[in-house]
């Protein structure tokens, strides 16, 4: 149960531990047996204090045996009580056992155990009515049973709609925050993009700028202009260097756009080294990207077996492919 929960049910065991052993003690003279009154306190209260348990933060499962068993409490304690008082007394305070009683409904109601709960209160209402017939004047007999099963009435329904309350705010409680976690990875995807975004804006204007500067300032079929920015008549590069470093930078980029989110410095490095080296490698990260966020162990698992994959090509300058 959630605090506001709690705080919502805390005032059932309040009114029941503060009003029923009270009126009990209090109506002790008027039962022809004292001593089971008191038991149905005892009884009463220790059974509600053990439903209550998920108020002080113990479990909410109640198993189908522990519902039935405290469901049987209910007409138990009417038993102990209503047959020992006079007539006269069976809608006063000294029978005081229909309204203390559902506390025990209340906390079977609230711990889903509907069945139990209503059971419960059948009992009672059965109990009272085999009481109260044969010892009512005729006509009077419906009202009585109808006074005493009043309390059976009122907390079933209120609890029962204290609980769909309680559901239907865990329901909404959880759809806002599905809501505010898909806004969250939203937000972090769209942050994620544009900080790519930018990396690839400023490695463009590091690595490819420069290089497609020195292509246009180098004559076909003479030197190649050098990365210092000389002109078309200095000394620099030849021709088959710079196509070979155009053509590295190429699959660089590629990477990039393929597999940019499993590609890291020491990756690079072991792609450039088998690539010089003769070897064919092409990396393509083919998940989507809803499911590419998150996967840090999957990311971090892909680069190890790839590192393990290109350190052979590049060593020994064999021809092999990763993907």
């Keep these: 149960m959630t605090p506001v929960q709690r705080a919502c049910a805390v005032g059932a065991p309040l009114w029941l531990f503060a009003h029923a052993p ?7 003279e008027t039962t022809r047996a004292p001593a089971l009154s008191l038991a149905a306190v005892v009884l009463v ?26 469901a049987a409490v209910l007409p138990l304690a009417g038993l102990m009580v209503m047959p020992h008082l006079p007539v006269e007394a069976w809608r006063t305070y000294a029978n005081w056992w229909p309204g203390a009683v559902q506390v025990v409904a209340a906390a079977l109601v609230v711990r889903r155990r509907w069945r139990a709960a209503l059971a419960g209160e059948l ?3 059965a109990l009272v ?3 109260v ?13 109808a006074a005493l099963c009043q309390p059976a009435i009122m907390w079933c329904a209120a ?11 865990e329901r909404d409680v959880a759809r806002y925050e599905e809501r505010a976690g898909v806004a969250v990875a939203e937000a972090a995807a769209a942050a994620a993009r544009d900080t790519s975004a930018r990396q690839r804006r400023a490695e463009l204007q590091h690595d490819v700028v420069p290089l497609l500067r020195r292509v246009a300032q180098s004559r076909p079929g003479g030197p190649a202009t050098g990365g210092g920015g000389e002109d078309a008549g200095g000394t620099g590069a030849d021709w088959p260097a710079l196509a070979r470093e155009c053509a590295a930078l190429e699959r660089q980029l590629r990477d990039d756009l393929h597999a940019r989110a499993l590609l890291d410095g020491p990756l690079r490095a072991l792609l450039r080294a088998a690539r010089e080296a003769g070897a064919v490698v092409e990396v393509v990260d083919d998940r989507r990207e809803a499911a590419a966020a998150g996967t840090a162990d999957l990311v971090a698992a892909v680069r190890t077996v790839l590192a393990a994959a290109l350190v052979p090509a590049a060593a020994a300058g064999g021809a092999g492919g990763a993907g």
């Design 22 to 28: 009270l009126v009990a003690l209090l109506s002790l």
């Design 133 to 145: 017939l044969p010892a009512d004047p005729p006509g009077t007999d419906a009202v009585t049973i």
């Design 45 to 70: 209260c220790g059974v509600s204090a053990w439903l209550l348990r998920p108020l002080r933060g113990g479990p909410v499962h109640l198993s189908a045996a522990q519902a039935w068993a405290a």
């Design 159 to 169: 609890t029962a709609g204290v609980r769909h309350l309680f559901d239907r705010a």
């Design 129 to 131: 009515t085999v009481c």
């Design 123 to 125: 009992g009672l209402a």
